[in-house]
Nanobody
Framework: QVQLVESGGGLVQAGGSLRLACVVS????????LAWFRQAPGKDREFVAT????????SYADSVKGRFTISKDNAKNTVYLQMNSLKPEDTAVYYC??????WGQGTQVTVSS
């Protein structure tokens, strides 16, 4: 059974930082492209960042480029999203995904102004 479990969300003031983690089980971690998406209230789910199977290639949405960093630890079957210089518009539920096929349940990030 494939499971993706996110953690690390919370309430933070604008300009602050959070690190999200997503632990993956039930699949061969290093064979999957991993990504973070987010969904704000009343909006569609949107892409945030992705990392290649080997971890050498990353890609980001323009809205987070330079502020967020995606990384992975194959030994821990975990993908991370380091979020710095947070803005109120970053408020959303954040989801991790494997090959955009398997999804976690999400973790809430709220940024106060």
């Amino acid at each position: 059974q494939v499971q993706l479990v996110e953690s690390g969300g919370g309430l933070v003031q604008a300009g602050g930082s959070l690190r999200l983690a997503c632990v993956v089980s039930g699949l061969t971690f290093r064979q999957y492209r991993l990504a973070w998406f987010r969904q704000a209230p009343g909006k569609d789910r949107e892409f945030v960042a992705t990392i290649s199977q080997g971890g050498s290639t990353t890609s980001y949405a323009d809205s987070v480029k330079g502020r967020f960093t995606i990384s992975k630890d194959n030994a821990k079957n975990t993908v991370y999203l380091q979020m710095n210089s947070l803005k109120p518009e970053d408020t959303a539920v954040y989801y991790c995904a494997a090959n955009n096929y398997y999804w976690g349940q999400g973790t809430q990030v709220t940024v106060s102004s």
